[in-house]
């Protein structure tokens, strides 16, 4: 990529990765309910499920090019449902229901819900695709180009993912206040980017 481009780059990486989105969504409402603690389990599984989709789009973005693109239209039904479910979840407690669910998730489930997170989603899987795309392919066809560009590219998303889920540790005091429309929102927040995914 040549040095021009850098800003570009950059400025595309900051503005998909702080917009709200699956993961950034996931990290604020479990710091929120759960901790700091709890959310910063779940940003590892985070950190390596970005870390996974960008090396497999980089692998396929070498051994397929275009027709990868075909295939995100699939991919994001299934991560639409995996939203979905997590937005019924948000909203579960509220219901009197999911709370030993709940507890059983806060010490163990929360690696592999963030790796679940990041794996069913599209949206990262796109921003991968979009950068290997516009600011790889057109100027190296290496495969060692891709992955270092993959390599880079979990140090991007997941940082932002720690903005987000530190707004929510400072947030707990008013969610444990105001559960009810919190969750709420939250879980509508969740169920908007499940609609967005196959509209």
């Not at 980089?58 to 995100?72: I, Q």
């Amino acid at each position: 990529m040549p040095l021009s481009l850098v800003p570009s780059f950059l400025i595309y990486c900051f503005t998909c990765s702080i917009t709200p989105g699956p993961a950034n969504l996931c990290s604020l409402n479990t710091a929120m309910s759960k901790g700091r603690s709890a959310a910063l389990i779940q940003w590892r599984g985070l950190f390596i499920g970005f870390a996974i989709v960008s090396f497999v789009t980089a692998f396929l973005s070498y051994f397929l090019g275009n027709v990868l693109g075909d295939a995100v239209r699939y991919l994001s039904y299934i991560g639409a449902a995996y939203l979905l479910y997590l937005a019924i979840q948000t909203l579960l407690p509220l219901f009197g229901a999911g709370h030993e669910t709940a507890h059983a998730a806060e010490g163990q489930g929360t690696f592999v819900r963030g790796l679940i997170v990041q794996l069913t989603n599209v949206k990262i899987m796109i921003y991968c695709m979009t950068i290997f795309s516009s600011y790889v392919l057109p100027y190296s066809r290496k495969l060692s180009s891709l992955l270092l560009m993959a390599a880079f590219l979990p140090f991007t998303g997941p940082v932002c993912n720690l903005v987000w889920l530190f707004a929510g540790v400072r947030l707990q005091r008013i969610f444990l206040k105001y559960r009810t429309p919190v969750s709420l929102m939250m879980a509508l927040s969740l169920a908007y980017c499940a609609i967005s995914l196959i509209l």
